[in-house]
């Protein structure tokens, strides 16, 4: 959960103190490593699971986590995350062996259960999703940050570090995403279910070097972030979103190589883990500081494990997808782990305790075959993989050992579901445990479905019978319902508009239903050619922009008519005829609001504008199709509650 008592260094001696403790734990630990002070001959697991609040009313984002904490302060496994929107909880460590799977999942119900009972009386709910489908680029502004001080310290300096004028997201799927924000608070989109291997000291690097070849495989079938702002991208966006999130670097005109906080890595680790904290402490800057009380090589010194804070805290500003970790046992020695930050949460319990199961058992199987991994298949060819992965997820064909090319699909059934297998019955977990995760990963390949799939073809789906808003709104109400059932993916049938009943498109917003795909007129353009787009794409509206985007008039159908019937037809360009200053919209404005002003006015559209930029257009053919959806879902629940009765 991150130590919690950091700040950004406030001066130059703080900065260096902060980095002396730091260059101190690095001795530390080689220390450490060279005496055999770790932890050995001994596999714990454990997970952290992140979480959206689901506001029942809407089936938006709810920021309420400060609301609800202080009602759950008994319980040491939950914490808050970076947006208010957000909670996580923390799985104790247990070794892996017997039934660790299935007390896994009954603690993650136990967790559950408590957090559910806590938000009923605030009309809300908890949602396990990657990224969770109705989330707006509103939800994601400053006031909603969890207002605790290490989160607003990671940001400040975050922002910081920023080269240029914004964070930019640049992706692309079926659909394209092309924006700017000001904040790296765009990382709250992202929640994920991380899982922890303890290792040995001298098994460190090939079970990491095996972490990294199995990414790939991993996203892959467990995918389930493929929707962002009504935006179709990647099968794994969460991947993709992150690392753009808090990348700080901006585009040159040389070719000289930044890498970005979050990141794969750029080659394998040879001998040990202090290859990677060392590679992470040269090339990223002490981001965060703290209070250090310990003197650790002095604590080496007389005997006692040192807690590593200067270390710890920098490496959790360092963002690998399977990520190093130093902690202490109960027992008093210090261990090592890997975590595994590929997992997005969801789409049920019984699913990522599934994933769990998968890695872990090919972790250990594959360790337990391959002495040397890196001599199978090149580093290149892994790092393609997990981008792959990230984009089509399990549609992805991978590089496999010794140069094979492979589908995902016949990759882990025919490959790693085996190693997987062999690798958990050699560490002694229960058939009955066995059979039933892997049985789940079995099942999701054969079906080809996993939940990002399931998404997009629901997305597509309800998009072909109603508007955006309101086919993510369905889509998430989907997703809730079937995942309180503890459904696997595979198990999930697809929505009807007919299943949301209590839809309030009053509460609804114009930015949720302006068209964004816009046909733009320019001042000096002559007014045949608009007329003419205007007949093509049977439009009525055509906004007029300067060259920066900028709204600067209005061309209506009504307009033209009367320039057509107009014998003189003085004019001839778009100037001559448009409205000057148009009344206009904000994307924050409410559908009522935008209701009145059409009445007061009586005017047909309503161009949207955010920051002098023309950003969409809302028509009375918008609200026709709301008014219409609504009758029709009104007459659903009279047939509805006539059949009951």
């Known amino acids: 959960m991150g130590e919690s008592k950091v700040n950004q260094p406030n001066s130059t001696k703080e900065l260096q103190k902060f980095t002396k403790a730091l260059l101190q734990d690095v001795k530390s630990f080689e220390y450490m490593l060279a005496h055999n002070w770790f932890e050995s001959g001994i596999h714990r697991i454990g997970a952290e699971q992140e979480m959206v609040i689901l506001d029942l009313k809407n089936y938006r984002p709810a920021p309420i986590n400060t609301k609800v904490t202080p009602k759950l302060e008994a319980y040491d496994w939950l914490d808050t995350e970076l947006a208010m929107f957000n909670l996580e909880t923390n799985f104790k460590p247990r070794e892996l062996k017997g039934t660790c799977f299935s007390e896994m999942f009954e603690e993650a119900l136990g967790q559950l259960k408590i957090v559910r009972e806590a938000l009923e009386p605030h009309q809300a709910d908890i949602l396990l999703t990657g990224i969770i489908p109705t989330i707006r680029k509103s939800d994601l502004d400053y006031k909603y940050l969890t207002p605790k001080k290490r989160y607003l310290a990671l940001m400040e300096a975050i922002r910081k570090q920023l080269s240029t004028d914004s964070f930019?997201?640049?992706?692309?799927?079926?659909?394209?995403?092309?924006?700017?924000?000001?904040?790296?608070?765009?990382?709250?989109?992202?929640?994920?279910?991380?899982?922890?291997?303890?290792?040995?000291?001298?098994?460190?690097?090939?079970?990491?070097?095996?972490?990294?070849?199995?990414?790939?495989?991993?996203?892959a079938i467990a995918a389930n972030s493929p929707l962002v702002f009504g935006r179709r991208l990647w099968h794994e966006s969460r991947i993709a979103m992150f690392q753009q999130a808090l990348d700080t670097r901006g585009s040159r005109a040389h070719m000289r190589e930044r890498s970005a906080r979050v990141h794969f890595g750029r080659d394998w680790v040879n001998d040990s883990i202090l290859e990677i904290y060392k590679e992470d402490i040269v090339r990223f800057r002490v981001l965060l500081a703290t209070e250090i009380n310990e003197d650790s090589l002095n604590m080496i010194h007389h005997g006692r494990v040192p807690r590593l804070r200067a270390l710890q805290v920098h490496n959790s500003t360092v963002y690998r997808w399977n990520r190093p970790c130093?902690?202490?046992?109960?027992?008093?020695?210090?261990?090592?782990?890997?975590?595994?930050?590929?997992?997005?949460?969801?789409?049920?319990?019984?699913?990522?305790?599934?994933?769990?199961?998968?890695?872990?058992?090919?972790?250990?199987?594959?360790?337990?075959?391959?002495?040397?991994?890196?001599?199978?298949v090149s580093f290149a060819d892994i790092s393609d993989n997990f981008v792959k992965s990230a984009q089509f997820g399990i549609d992805s064909k991978f590089n496999w050992f010794e140069d094979q090319k492979i589908p995902a699909v016949d990759l882990i059934l025919k490959e790693l579901l085996p190693y997987a297998h062999s690798g958990l019955r050699s560490q002694g977990v229960d058939e009955a445990d066995i059979d039933k995760f892997l049985g789940i990963i079995e099942e999701r390949a054969k079906k080809h479905m996993t939940g990002a799939r399931w998404q997009l073809r629901a997305y597509t789906k309800l998009l072909e019978q109603t508007n955006r808003t309101e086919a993510l709104t369905v889509l998430t109400s989907s997703m809730l319902r079937q995942q309180k059932k503890n459904l696997p993916i595979h198990k999930w049938k697809l929505p009807e508009l007919r299943d949301l009943r209590d839809y309030k498109p009053q509460e609804l917003l114009v930015g949720d239903f302006m068209t964004t795909d816009l046909l733009t007129a320019q001042k000096e353009d002559i007014i045949d050619f608009v007329a003419e787009m205007m007949q093509w794409k049977r439009i009525r509206y055509t906004p007029v922009e300067d060259q920066k985007g900028r709204l600067v008039g209005l061309v209506t159908s009504r307009l033209l008519l009367q320039y057509f019937t107009d014998k003189k037809k003085f004019p001839k360009t778009v100037k001559d005829i448009m409205i000057r200053k148009p009344v206009t919209a904000s994307p924050s404005t409410t559908i009522m609001e935008a209701m009145s002003l059409m009445r007061t006015h009586k005017i047909g559209c309503l161009p949207v504008v955010q920051d002098n930029e023309l950003v969409g257009i809302f028509t009375e053919m918008d609200f026709l199709g709301i008014s219409a959806r609504l009758m029709e879902r009104l007459s659903e629940q009279e047939k509805m509650t006539d059949d009951e009765a």
């Open 168 to 219: 930019e997201l640049r992706l692309s799927g079926i659909d394209e995403l092309l924006l700017k924000h000001d904040s790296p608070l765009l990382e709250a989109c992202n929640t994920s279910f991380q899982v922890h291997l303890q290792v040995s000291p001298d098994q460190f690097a090939r079970f990491y070097n095996i972490a990294q070849v199995l990414a790939g495989p991993m996203i």
């Open 326 to 376: 130093y902690g202490i046992s109960e027992n008093g020695k210090p261990h090592l782990r890997i975590e595994n930050r590929v997992f997005p949460s969801g789409p049920t319990t019984v699913d990522e305790i599934a994933n769990a199961a998968f890695w872990l058992g090919a972790m250990t199987g594959l360790a337990a075959d391959q002495d040397d991994i890196r001599k199978k």
